[in-house]
């Protein structure tokens, strides 16, 4: 799931007739830059560089699935990128110019963490990207080395058009272009896209049910100093419990003392990306705290956002998004 990222209206997805087919969101796999002999759709270009293996990226034999998860995976082969574009990052939940709106309330929260100079290190991992840049648009200018990562190849090739600065790809101006205002560095917004673009280095594969989420013999450099993760862990668990081994699962690929932002959707059980309608499990802040103090985190600080009725707009039932900071204990 994942709503209030968006730009600008219909044209903020430009190309949208020649966009690749949509499977697939922010369920997570890991791709290998050199187990393949061509370039990734979902890389390339610039610094950005990695390989993806599967002819079919987002297919998992059942057999290796429980049925729960089997179903969730099927589901996200009706994804489409861009209608969750359209849906989540357009206006209304797109209109950036309103302070209440969710959009500029999401990009305070990442914008004051990382001014705190708390967060910051050489190497951060992005859990379940989905089509979505946002997110690291902070993140970018205390972290040389980022992996993007998702578990379907539609959503590694929307990423990689925009990474490559491509005909079609989603205009995030609008969101750069406020990121810069409210860390008020006097950055053009130009640059603070061509520094993310510079300092994304690969877009892999990832499965957060997997013990070892990016695979063995990752290409990302393990273990991280920081993750950052957004509207992933709760819409690609069919249950809290599954939800709980994710996050552990994700939690072996940082450091001991390294940072997790984490962003969800509280109290939603479905959301729409085209034709596809995909299950969520309704999490409350209290779940959230719990889930994280079980994986070994200590709890940095936790801000809640109410849905308002104008944001309500039929593609989701969510009523509110949390953002957590938590710290992974050392030991742990």
């Given at each position: 799931?994942?709503?209030?990222?968006?730009?600008?209206?219909?044209?903020?997805?430009?190309?949208?007739?020649?966009?690749?087919?949509a499977e697939g969101r922010?369920?997570?796999?890991?791709?290998?830059?050199?187990?393949?002999?061509?370039?990734?759709?979902?890389?390339?270009?610039?610094?950005?560089?990695?390989?993806?293996?599967?002819?079919?990226?987002?297919?998992?034999?059942?057999?290796?699935?429980?049925?729960?998860?089997?179903?969730?995976?099927?589901?996200?082969?009706?994804?489409?990128?861009?209608?969750?574009l359209r849906n989540n990052?357009?206006?209304?939940?797109?209109?950036?110019?309103?302070?209440?709106?969710?959009?500029?309330?999401?990009?305070?929260?990442?914008?004051?963490?990382?001014?705190?100079?708390?967060?910051?290190?050489?190497?951060?991992?992005?859990?379940?990207?989905?089509?979505?840049?946002?997110?690291?648009?902070?993140?970018?200018?205390?972290?040389?080395?980022?992996?993007?990562?998702?578990?379907?190849?539609?959503?590694?090739?929307?990423?990689?058009?925009?990474?490559?600065?491509?005909?079609?790809?989603?205009?995030?101006?609008?969101?750069?272009?406020?990121?810069?205002?409210?860390?008020?560095?006097?950055?053009?917004?130009?640059?603070?896209?061509?520094?993310?673009?510079?300092?994304?280095?690969?877009?892999?594969?990832?499965?957060?049910?997997?013990?070892?989420?990016?695979?063995?013999?990752?290409?990302?450099?393990?273990?991280?100093?920081?993750?950052?993760?957004?509207?992933?862990?709760?819409?690609?668990?069919?249950?809290?419990?599954?939800?709980?081994?994710?996050?552990?699962?994700?939690?072996?690929?940082?450091?001991?003392?390294?940072?997790?932002?984490?962003?969800?959707?509280?109290?939603?059980?479905?959301?729409?990306?085209?034709?596809?309608?995909?299950?969520?499990?309704?999490?409350?802040?209290?779940?959230?705290?719990?889930?994280?103090?079980?994986?070994?985190?200590?709890?940095?600080?936790?801000?809640?956002?109410?849905?308002?009725?104008?944001?309500?707009?039929?593609?989701?039932?969510?009523?509110?998004?949390?953002?957590?900071?938590?710290?992974?204990?050392?030991?742990?």
């Amino acid at each position: 799931m994942g709503w209030g990222k968006c730009n600008a209206g219909p044209r903020a997805v430009p190309g949208s007739a020649t966009a690749p087919a949509a499977e697939g969101r922010a369920w997570t796999w890991a791709a290998h830059k050199g187990a393949a002999k061509r370039e990734d759709r979902a890389g390339g270009g610039g610094s950005m560089s990695a390989a993806d293996p599967n002819p079919a990226a987002g297919a998992v034999p059942d057999s290796d699935l429980d049925p729960g998860r089997a179903a969730v995976a099927s589901a996200y082969q009706r994804f489409e990128p861009r209608a969750y574009l359209r849906n989540n990052y357009a206006p209304p939940r797109g209109d950036l110019s309103s302070p209440d709106g969710v959009g500029p309330w999401k990009l305070s929260c990442l914008a004051q963490t990382f001014a705190t100079g708390e967060v910051s290190g050489h190497t951060l991992i992005d859990i379940g990207s989905g089509p979505t840049i946002y997110q690291l648009l902070s993140a970018c200018t205390h972290f040389e080395d980022i992996t993007m990562t998702d578990f379907l190849e539609v959503n590694r090739q929307e990423l990689g058009l925009w990474l490559r600065e491509e005909p079609g790809a989603f205009d995030w101006s609008m969101y750069s272009q406020h990121v810069c205002l409210i860390e008020g560095k006097g950055e053009p917004w130009q640059e603070k896209e061509r520094q993310l673009r510079a300092r994304v280095k690969r877009v892999l594969h990832i499965d957060v049910h997997q013990p070892q989420p990016l695979g063995a013999g990752s290409l990302a450099p393990l273990p991280a100093d920081a993750l950052v993760s957004a509207f992933c862990l709760e819409a690609v668990s069919p249950d809290l419990a599954s939800f709980q081994r994710a996050l552990d699962h994700i939690t072996t690929l940082l450091r001991p003392g390294g940072h997790l932002l984490l962003i969800g959707a509280l109290e939603e059980s479905w959301y729409l990306a085209g034709e596809a309608r995909l299950v969520v499990v309704p999490m409350c802040k209290e779940k959230v705290v719990e889930a994280l103090v079980r994986s070994g985190y200590e709890v940095r600080d936790l801000r809640t956002y109410v849905m308002p009725a104008c944001l309500q707009t039929g593609v989701d039932d969510v009523k509110g998004i949390f953002f957590a900071w938590a710290q992974k204990k050392v030991g742990v």
